[in-house]
T-cell receptor
Framework: ETGVTQTPRHLVMGMTNKKSLKCEQH?????MYWYKQSAKKPLELMFV???????ENNSVPSRFSPECPNSSHLFLHLHTLQPEDSALYLC?????????????FGDGTRLSIL | SQQGEEDPQALSIQEGENATMNCSYK?????LQWYRQNSGRGLVHLIL?????REKHSGRLRVTLDTSKKSSSLLITASRAADTASYFC??????????FGKGTKLSVIP
């Protein structure tokens, strides 16, 4: 039990589908993050939310749409994805939003775009 | 870029040996963190070392930081098969963003 739960663990979707990834943290943290992990590339930060407010958006294409209804839940809505979007999507949380806080990660959603 | 870069990319050792991984970065940092990732799992935080610290220990882990050389090392002593994983350094220099390297893949052979 990592304290950060991601669902689903695996997702296969076509390019025209719409799906959502869910992340829930039980650690009482105030900041939540979405990362993309592709083979042989560094972990890429996509979005940061601190106290439900989006504080970072690293030039992510609009086909990825985040939602943070409260400090415990984070969603990533997906639509019209491309094959290059196939990757492991990791959610993380931290006590505060600063970069001096350890981040706690979920086990990710393995996304495959057909 | 302040991206950390780990070296070597892959490391294979016998159980009981020590494993050393290095991380280099390019700009000034406030802190540096090390994470471990087992296959098919998320990252697990190991150690955070601040820019005014030179060395930190946690169990079998020892981390050093040399800000003059912009480098850090992670030493795992008396390695075990369960230490097999990828290890990442992450640097923080401001705002909310941690910048991760590509990782070192460690294999510990029983």
């Amino acid at each position: 039990e990592t304290g950060v739960t991601q669902t689903p663990r695996h997702l296969v979707m076509g390019m025209t589908n719409k799906k959502s990834l869910k992340c829930e943290q039980h650690l009482g943290h105030n900041a939540m993050y979405w990362y993309k992990q592709s083979a042989k590339k560094p972990l890429e930060l996509m979005f940061v939310y601190n106290f439900k407010e989006q504080t970072e958006n690293n030039s992510v294409p609009s086909r990825f749409s985040p939602e943070c209804p409260n400090s415990s839940h984070l969603f990533l809505h997906l639509h019209t994805l491309q094959p290059e979007d196939s990757a492991l999507y990791l959610c993380a949380s931290s006590r505060g939003g600063g970069q001096d806080q350890p981040q706690h990660f979920g086990d990710g959603t393995r996304l495959s775009i057909l | 870029s302040q991206q950390g870069e780990e070296d070597p990319q892959a490391l294979s050792i016998q159980e009981g040996e020590n494993a050393t991984m290095n991380c280099s970065y390019k700009t000034s940092i406030n802190n540096l963190q090390w994470y471990r990732q087992n296959s098919g799992r998320g990252l697990v935080h190991l150690i955070l070392i601040r820019s005014n610290e030179r060395e930190k220990h946690s169990g079998r882990l020892r981390v050093t930081l040399d800000t003059s050389k912009k480098s850090s090392s992670l030493l795992i002593t008396a390695s075990r098969a369960a230490d097999t994983a990828s290890y990442f350094c992450a640097t923080g220099a401001g705002s909310y963003q941690l910048t991760f390297g590509k990782g070192t893949k460690l294999s510990v052979i029983p």
